[in-house]
């Protein structure tokens, strides 16, 4: 007996995707940050190094739905999801946490809080520059601000 089930694993993966990762974005979503910051809590005391997570919110998000529409809101999404990971090493997560609101865990910072804090507020700088530059809309440029916490 033989049975073909390509289309089951493509089925499979899709699944996954679409409950691990976020559909426009395709960063991890909620649901992956969280899996991946219980392991990363987990692991920190055993390798002795501290991390950090960074919330990001776009400021008059809204607006910019409201007045051109959610296109071009999500163009805008795409385009801070790509800046952030740019921004990053590729051992840390960014991830989408909904509408606009996003999350990046950084791992792998130094064992003292002082360091590891500064550490963190450099990402943060280094973020806030990248997002505070003009974004390529189309024919227009568009200005986000971002909040970082």
Do not use: W
């Amino acid at each position: 007996v033989c049975r073909d089930i390509t289309d089951r694993k493509k089925a499979e993966q899709q699944i996954e995707l679409l409950a691990f990762f976020d559909a426009l974005t395709g960063l991890p979503n909620r649901r992956l940050l969280l899996d991946r910051l219980q392991r990363a809590s987990a692991s920190c005391p055993r390798i002795d190094k501290l991390g950090a997570l960074l919330f990001i919110d776009l400021d008059n998000f809204k607006d910019l739905n409201d007045t051109l529409g959610h296109d071009m809101g999500d163009r805008l999404l795409v385009l801070v999801a790509q800046r952030l990971q740019e921004c990053v090493r590729t051992s840390d997560t960014v991830a989408r946490f909904g509408g606009d609101e996003f999350v990046v865990m950084l791992e792998g910072l130094d064992v003292d809080p002082a360091h590891a804090a500064q550490q963190a507020e450099l990402v943060a700088e280094k973020l806030l520059e990248q997002l505070n530059r003009p974004f390529q809309m189309g024919a227009q440029e568009h200005y986000s601000t971002p909040s970082i916490g």
